[in-house]
């Protein structure tokens, strides 16, 4: 899957670090595991480029797998 973007890792260690913190014990509800899993992605920058795609598909993932579904739609304003 391509969206574009720059290829690389910048540290596995960060990536393994984001990809661990939901599951510390300490985020217990799927809506904070799916929080720290996107604060946690973003904020290390383990790839190179597209840190903020990765960590949404995650966050989309988790909360699909876990048996919820999001209920966003594209033609909410923004600010």
Do not use: Q
Not at 31 to 40: G, M, N, P, R, T
């Amino acid at each position: 899957m391509t969206y574009g973007g720059r290829d690389g890792v910048n540290s596995l260690h960060l990536i393994e670090s984001a990809l661990g913190r939901p599951y510390s014990g300490y985020h217990r509800a799927i809506e904070k595991k799916a929080a720290a899993i996107l604060h946690s992605v973003v904020g290390n920058h383990g790839f190179i480029d597209g840190n903020k795609r990765t960590a949404w598909l995650l966050v989309e993932l988790l909360i699909d797998r876990s048996g919820y579904y999001l209920n966003i739609r594209d033609d909410e304003p923004v600010d």
